[in-house]
């Protein structure tokens, strides 16, 4: 091999069957610690409310649904969710920058698709996302996960439909992709 020919750097990744493995047992340690499972909605869902109260706390005082989770002795910010979320966040950078996956904001597409469609097609499915956790109680890994390894009959229609609604879109929008 040349030594000037630069050679494609393959980025390394935990292998998926142990991740699955590590992910079962993390949901099987919340629930023995916290006594529930895994979310990532109720956090987003205490920084709303949060900002809503700090922007206009008549607002919040007044409206039924963010007046339940003001208090003047807890914050919705001191929620574990939070800081479950922020560890997320924290792991997911660290991961990539361990790993050498860090680079810098680049906007992943087919070559069929521009980068603005790819843009506008994230920020949709990102809405939807966003409506579905609510009208489901939940995001996947609350709803899904959680649910569905608590044997909720909720979580295991949750999963179902996540998944198969993906496998059903995934058909029709696959030029985004491919």
Not at 35 to 41: H, P, Q
Not at 61 to 85: A, C, D, G, Q
Not at 92 to 114: D, M, Q
Request: glycine share 14%.
């Amino acid at each position: 091999m040349d030594s000037t020919t630069k050679e494609k750097q393959i980025p390394k990744y935990i292998n998926p069957y142990f991740g699955g493995v590590l992910l079962g047992i993390l949901i099987l340690l919340t629930f023995y610690i916290t006594g529930r499972g895994l979310g990532a909605s109720g956090a987003i869902k205490s920084a709303v409310v949060t900002t809503v109260d700090k922007v206009a706390p008549k607002h919040t005082e007044s409206h039924t649904f963010y007046s339940k989770f003001i208090s003047s002795e807890h914050s919705p910010m001191s929620n574990w969710l939070v800081f479950e979320s922020i560890g997320v966040l924290v792991g997911g950078l660290l991961s990539g920058a361990l790993f050498g996956r860090i680079k810098k904001l680049r906007v992943e597409h087919s070559p069929k698709i521009t980068k603005k469609t790819r843009l506008i097609a994230a920020a949709i499915g990102g809405i939807l996302f966003g409506f579905g956790s609510q009208l489901g109680r939940g995001c996947s890994s609350g709803a899904a996960l959680s649910g569905t390894a608590s044997s909720s009959f909720g979580g295991l229609l949750v999963m179902l439909f996540l998944f198969g609604t993906g496998y059903i879109m995934a058909y029709f929008l696959r030029k985004l992709w491919i």
